[in-house]
């Protein structure tokens, strides 16, 4: 599968924005997909993520109760809505898929084989 991520951009401290990641290839149905994202001079961290099939959610620390992960499997989509947006959020947002991955593992980006090429997000105080 081919990852595309889309949706980056200024935004101010406080805005809501959509990020999207579009695939294309086979089987979509069965990837878990997720948002991982690295802020400049730090590790790669995991966002959220939607499991293949009935899409369970998952989310990191830093992003509940503000950010929500979809997909809508017939347009091959995975959206990452992200409200109440803060400085920190300032990164380079990549989704990444892997086909039935197990619950284990969805915040290990090392289980991921497919990747997107980022999208920038910069938020400003």
């Known amino acids: 599968v081919q990852l595309q991520a889309s949706g980056g951009g200024l935004a101010q401290a406080g805005d809501s924005r959509r990020l999207s990641c579009s695939a294309s290839g086979r089987a979509f149905i069965s990837y878990t997909v997720a948002w991982f994202r690295q802020a400049p001079g730090k590790a790669r961290e995991f966002v959220s993520a939607v499991k293949y099939g009935v899409g369970t959610t998952y989310y990191g620390d830093g992003v509940k109760g503000r950010f929500t992960i979809s997909r809508d499997n017939d347009k091959k989509v995975v959206y990452l809505q992200m409200n109440s947006l803060q400085p920190e959020d300032t990164a380079v947002y990549y989704c990444?898929?892997?086909?039935?991955?197990?619950?284990?593992?969805?915040?290990?980006?090392?289980?991921?084989?497919?990747w997107g090429q980022g999208t920038l997000v910069t938020v400003s105080s």
């Open positions: 990444a898929a892997a086909s039935f991955l197990h619950d284990d593992y969805y915040n290990y980006e090392q289980y991921y084989n497919f």
